[in-house]
Antibody
Framework: EVQLLESGGGLVGPGGSLKLSCVASGFTFDNQAMSWVRQAPGKGLEWVSISASGGRFYYAESVKGRFIISRDNSKNTMFLQMNSLRGEDTAVYYC??????????????WGQGTTVTVSS | SFVLTQPPSLSVAPGQTARITCGGNGLGDKDVHWYQHKSGQAPLLVVYDDSDRPSGIPERFSGSNSGTTATLTISSVEADDEADYYCQVWDSGSDRRVVFGGGTKLTVL
């Protein structure tokens, strides 16, 4: 069974940092694209970052320069290092296994999410 | 930047058909994916590549995409279908990124 388990969320002050983890199981992680998606309170889904095919990484404009996506394939784990956090980064953060089509990416399995609260 | 537009809400009686639209410039040239998201749960992929269903998704869920509009159709709507639905594409332009629509709240009357 494919499973994703996020961790690392919590309460952090504005300007602070936090590192999220996503441990994957039930599939071959090495060559699999993976994504981070968030949902702020009362808002819709917002894409954050993708570890795409070919070792390429892409970011939403709202987090570019502040967040860093990485992965440790030996531990089937993806990370999201979040720096210079702002109130608007408050959200539930989901990791998602991402399937690649000819001209597209779609997220076929999602974790349950981890909550990040940025507040003083 | 590519924008996907969805109606904020839709109400349908049980047993009727729900059609949730997603609009965007040249959307017919892209592959559209749809997600169901219930409060407190992980989002669920219900249609990918415009009209394909993942394993385990009922045939009641179907999709289409042409011109500037993609549509998720849920036939014989059930109470359990009440959720937020999001469309999504991959924008392969100069700033490569995933784009979500704003979401549609489906209420089953």
């Amino acid at each position: 069974e494919v499973q994703l388990l996020e961790s690392g969320g919590g309460l952090v002050g504005p300007g602070g940092s936090l590192k999220l983890s996503c441990v994957a199981s039930g599939f071959t992680f090495d060559n699999q694209a993976m994504s981070w998606v968030r949902q702020a309170p009362g808002k819709g889904l917002e894409w954050v970052s993708i570890s795409a095919s070919g070792g390429r990484f892409y970011y939403a404009e709202s987090v570019k320069g502040r967040f860093i996506i990485s992965r440790d394939n030996s531990k089937n784990t993806m990370f999201l290092q979040m720096n210079s956090l702002r109130g608007e980064d408050t959200a539930v953060y989901y990791c998602a296994k991402t399937i690649r089509g000819v001209i597209t990416y779609a997220m076929d399995v999602w974790g349950q999410g981890t909550t990040v609260t940025v507040s003083s | 930047s590519f924008v996907l537009t969805q109606p904020p809400s839709l109400s349908v009686a049980p047993g009727q058909t729900a059609r949730i639209t997603c609009g965007g410039n040249g959307l017919g040239d892209k592959d559209v994916h749809w997600y169901q998201h219930k409060s407190g749960q992980a989002p669920l992929l219900v249609v990918y590549d415009d009209s394909d269903r993942p394993s385990g998704i009922p045939e009641r869920f179907s999709g289409s995409n042409s011109g500037t509009t993609a549509t998720l159709t849920i036939s014989s709507v059930e109470a359990d279908d009440e959720a937020d639905y999001y469309c999504q594409v991959w924008d392969s332009g100069s700033d490569r990124r995933v784009v979500f629509g704003g979401g549609t709240k489906l209420t089953v009357l």
